[in-house]
């Protein structure tokens, strides 16, 4: 198993639609991350879970729902998007704590939004 | 609202030469600072971590930090086109990214 699995890898979708991705760690980790790379855009942070506790959520709209029932698996619920938040979603685990320490990111799932 | 501005590229070296990319941060209590990695259509994969001011060497790779100027810089020695890819610099517990910087090493 590789370290970190994100299904799927890609997304189309309608603004009606409901949606989820899921991402899977395999390195014992204790702290996971939803981050958005659009083109030309800095890597923005989401969402980050450490000892499945949210304890960062920056200002992401209220149609991206994270779930994280415990320190292997993280989704990012989808419902009513915009043709803005196509882009890749890249989920990330890192040992956690005070220190993230190295970030080890999943190969992302491409999300397009007709 | 933390920023991270990097060189404007894409920048473009030769085999063989130095490559050097800059990064600046703007949070001043900030302690760790990062490089990754990322090629086209792939994911990030890090680098270097730097914590203390001075440089920090790996193999081909110096990282430098200069906290009293928020300017940390990565050089690449001897770049070979492997290397060729999307330098992102990082701050903080990682959540704040800059947008980047192409590099392209021509054989």
């Known amino acids: 198993e590789t370290g970190v699995t994100q299904t799927p890898r890609h997304l189309v979708m309608g603004m009606t639609n409901k949606k989820s991705l899921k991402c899977e760690q395999h390195l014992g980790h204790n702290a996971m991350y939803w981050y958005k790379q659009s083109a030309k855009k800095p890597l923005e942070l989401m969402f980050v879970?450490?000892?499945?506790?949210?304890?960062e959520n920056n200002s992401v709209p209220s149609r991206f729902s994270p779930e994280c029932p415990n320190s292997s698996h993280l989704f990012l619920h989808l419902h009513t998007l915009q043709p803005e938040d196509s882009a890749l979603y890249l989920c990330?685990?890192?040992?956690?704590?005070?220190?993230?320490?190295?970030?080890?990111f999943g190969e992302g799932s491409r999300l397009t939004v007709l | 609202q933390k920023e991270v501005e990097q060189n404007s590229g894409p920048l473009s070296v030769p085999e063989g030469a130095i490559a050097s990319l800059n990064c600046t941060y703007s949070?001043?209590?900030?302690?760790?600072f990062f490089w990754y990695r990322q090629y086209s259509g792939k994911s990030p994969e890090l680098i270097m971590s730097?914590?203390?001011?001075g440089d920090k060497e790996d193999g081909r790779f110096t990282a430098q930090l200069n906290k009293a100027s928020q300017y940390v810089s990565l050089l690449i020695r001897d770049s070979q086109p492997s290397d060729s890819a999307t330098y992102l610099c990082?701050?903080?517990?990682?959540?704040?990214f800059g947008t980047g910087t192409s590099l392209t090493v021509i054989p």
């Open positions: 990082a701050f903080g517990n990682q959540f704040y």
């Open positions: 990330a685990s890192s040992t956690g704590g005070r220190a993230t320490g190295e970030l080890f």
């Open positions: 730097i914590y203390s001011n």
């Open positions: 949070d001043r209590v900030s302690q760790s």
């Open positions: 879970y450490n000892f499945k506790e949210q304890t």
